[in-house]
């Protein structure tokens, strides 16, 4: 656990606060012009905390007397991955999961219903297959030194995170390869989970968010992209000449599978996205496990041979 760090994204210059591994200093230092914090990796997250002052921005060191959750109010604190979530919300499959989010993408409607089960089979197999090695266990900070340490910045945002598909937690930009994590979006899992009879520990919400990010920053620097992985989608034909595209959806299908696995849950994180956004519109447990119902009649006829009648 990091005690007490403070990550301000509201500073002196109006710029947001950002760590970033700096390979070419032995200390932290600031830049005043962007407000961005550069983080030597040599540096114990543990040990020092970044704070915004008038003058810019400086590291100082924290005492273990410091501010911050007392010994036993961290002992009532849940961890992520010992919440049995399933125990008190209808559940479904990681392959139902998968198509929700699937039938997001545009070339879904021409990919192949024999097709189906094995694009998703084969995502979730290789986020799963990615998270090997990774074993997160309650400490964020060799998680936040790792992301640093390949390259990646991370940003605090708090305002709200919108894309084109409409409300988003966190996004991975490529250049510079920059993790946003949107504070409201920390703050509403927060609320769900101590709804729900649970107090989760902050350091396990912002690895939620990082590890799926993360993913998408590994895709491109050293495992490959999932979408390239799999076959593309015929979606035009002139004669010969055949226009294929890529099932991009399959991307975030492994990164669910991999922040599942890197964290030892027993559930995806798809899931709770799922259940967050039929709470909000105030779906009572019963609507939701009708829905889910649907959701699972659905894939099981997209999946499974038809029977042909008797004779």
Known sequence: MIPHLSL?????????GR???DRSSRRTHSNEKTGEVEWNPDIDLHSSTVFATEGGWKTVRIESRGPGPSK?????????????????????????????ELEQDEMYPLLPEQMISHVLEEAI??????????????DLAPLINRVIQSGVRIRFVEREGHDSSGWIRAQYRRKPPTIEIYKPSLKQLGQFFRQSGYRI?????????????????????????????????????WGPLVL?????????IAAHSFTQSALGLSWSPLWLDHLLL???????????????????????SLTEPAQKPPE
């Open 278 to 300: 039929l709470t909000d519109r105030g779906w009572s447990k019963s609507q939701i496990r009708d829905h889910f119902q649907q959701l699972q009649e659905k894939y099981r």
């Open 72 to 100: 036993r109010d961290r002992q009532r604190e849940d961890r992520l991955h010992q919440i049995p979530l399933e125990n008190n919300w209808p559940t479904l499959s990681p392959a139902v999961l998968a198509l929700t």
């Open 244 to 252: 294929r595209r890529r099932i991009y959806r399959l991307r975030e």
């Open 201 to 237: 520990h902050p350091d396990d919400l912002i690895a939620l968010h990082l590890y799926h990010e993360w993913f998408h920053h590994l895709e491109s620097s050293s495992l490959g992209r999932t979408d390239h992985r799999l076959p593309k989608v015929e979606k035009k034909r």
């Open 19 to 21: 760590f970033f591994c």
């Open 8 to 16: 301000f994204t509201d500073n002196p210059t109006g710029n947001p």
């Open 125 to 138: 197999s290789f986020g799963k297959n990615a998270a090997r090695g990774e074993h997160y266990e309650g």
